[in-house]
Every structure is written in structure tokens, then in C-alpha cells.
């Protein structure tokens, strides 16, 4: 299980806030980072989208591996790691990005570093992985820094700002697990469909204790 708080050299990972807003929308509302992150994260990064992302991320029980990255006293930047489902229980996926005046300090680099090693330490995790735009230098030093290996590259796999590009699947495994037995030591599933026994556990955030 993941710790709400993972203190870093001079910045912590912890939960969002409510009162994180202002912050929020100063740092995330930026091109840079809506080219480079995957899914449906919007620009402009509008007042809306905040109370949407904050809705989530600082609930009453904030999702696991959800954390505000915080820096000089303020939520700086996002860093969020989620299990996968079905048949990649046994895989995370890591998400990232940092308000651009924070750039450049090693903030990326160290965050994913501790995570990941918390990550992998579960007994049920053995792989996390990131897709990274084929242009993003800085994520992929970030990954490789980390020991991520350049796996794979998806090409014309991602469709943003009007171009086609290629996307490099990076990923870090635990050599030593066996995914399958140690699935099961987190009991069977109701998932539908799924609750024979030796299925492995329905998907949650890393470390989730729901
Ligand atoms: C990717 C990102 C999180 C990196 O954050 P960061 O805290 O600045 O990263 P760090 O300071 O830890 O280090 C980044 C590495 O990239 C390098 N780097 C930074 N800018 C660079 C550039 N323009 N070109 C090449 N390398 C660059 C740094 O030198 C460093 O590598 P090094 O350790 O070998 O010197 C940040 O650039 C960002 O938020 N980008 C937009 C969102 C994004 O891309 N998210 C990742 C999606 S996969």
C-alpha cells in the first residue's frame, strides 16, 4: 500500500487539496503539458476543469497513487500512478507533469524514482509503465534515469495538435515475482464475470485498499 505522503529531498507527493485551485489552474493550464500528457487532459485548463480534476483527486478519500507534487509550499505539479484492470492487474501505468517555473530541478526525476520503487515493492505490482510522445526528451530521461527500457515504439499511435505522432512505450518490471501467484494473494474477485477461483484481483489504484 502506498503512503499518503512521500517526502521527497525538498519537495513531498501528498494528496490534493481542495485548496489547491489556484495553483492547479496556474500550473496546468499550459500547452507544453496538454501536448505531452496522455488521455483527455484539456487546454485552456479552465476553472471548470479544476473543480472537475479536484472533485476526484481531493475527495473525501482521495484516490491512491494520485498526488499533488508540492514544492515552495504549493501543488506544483501531478504525479499519478494506477493499476491496470483484467489481465494488467499486475501493471501500473505512471502519469506526470510539473508546473513549467519548476522545471528543470530534478523534481520529475526523484518523484518517479521513489514511487516506483515503492510501487515494484508490492507484492502484486512487477511492471509500471509510461507511453511517452516520441518527442519528449525530458520524460524519457526522466524514465531512463529510472531504469525504465525503451520497450517499444508505437508508431502513428497518438493524434494531437494536428499531427500523427509515435509513441515509445517505456517500462520498469520487478524481474523476481510471479505475477500470477502473487495475484492471488490478494484474493478472489467479484469482478464481473471473474469470480472463479485463481482469477486475480479486480483493478484498483495501486495499493487501494477498497
Ligand atoms: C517531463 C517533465 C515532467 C520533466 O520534469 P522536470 O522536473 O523538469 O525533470 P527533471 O528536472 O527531473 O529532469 C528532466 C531531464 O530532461 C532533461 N531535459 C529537460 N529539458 C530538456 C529539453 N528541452 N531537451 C532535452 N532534455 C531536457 C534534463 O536535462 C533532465 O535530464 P538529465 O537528468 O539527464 O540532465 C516536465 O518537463 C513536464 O512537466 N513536461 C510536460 C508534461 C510531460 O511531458 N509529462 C510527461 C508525459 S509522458
Not at 503539458?33 to 484539456?42: A, H, Y
Not at 507534487?69 to 506544483?76: F, H, L, N, P, S
Request: proline content about 7%; glycine content about 8%.
Amino acid at each position: 500500500m502506498l503512503p499518503q505522503i512521500i517526502q521527497c529531498s525538498s519537495f513531498q507527493l501528498r494528496p490534493w487539496r481542495i485548496a489547491d485551485k489556484p495553483a492547479l489552474l496556474r500550473y496546468a493550464n499550459d500547452r507544453v503539458v496538454w501536448r505531452n500528457m496522455s488521455g483527455n487532459f484539456p487546454y485552456p485548463f479552465t476553472d471548470a476543469d479544476a473543480d472537475q480534476l479536484l472533485a476526484v483527486a481531493a475527495g473525501q478519500t482521495p484516490p491512491e497513487g494520485i498526488y499533488a507534487i508540492e514544492a515552495d509550499r504549493e501543488a506544483v505539479g501531478m504525479l499519478s500512478i494506477v493499476r491496470g484492470r483484467h489481465i494488467e492487474c499486475c501493471f501500473a501505468e505512471i502519469g506526470y507533469w510539473l508546473g513549467e517555473a519548476h522545471r528543470g530541478r530534478g523534481i520529475a526525476t526523484e518523484a518517479v524514482g521513489r514511487v516506483v520503487e515503492m510501487a515494484l515493492a508490492e507484492p502484486n505490482l512487477v511492471r509500471v509503465a509510461a507511453p511517452v510522445a516520441a518527442w519528449n526528451t525530458p520524460s524519457m530521461r526522466v524514465l531512463e534515469r529510472n531504469g525504465f527500457v525503451r520497450e517499444a515504439v508505437l508508431r502513428r499511435a497518438g493524434y494531437k495538435d494536428g499531427t500523427l505522432f509515435d509513441r515509445v512505450i517505456y517500462a520498469r518490471i520487478r524481474e523476481s515475482a510471479d505475477p500470477y501467484v502473487a495475484a492471488l494473494e490478494c484474493g478472489p474477485t467479484h469482478d464481473m464475470g471473474e469470480s472463479r477461483r485463481g482469477q486475480p484481483p479486480a483493478s484498483r489504484s495501486v495499493g487501494s485498499a477498497t
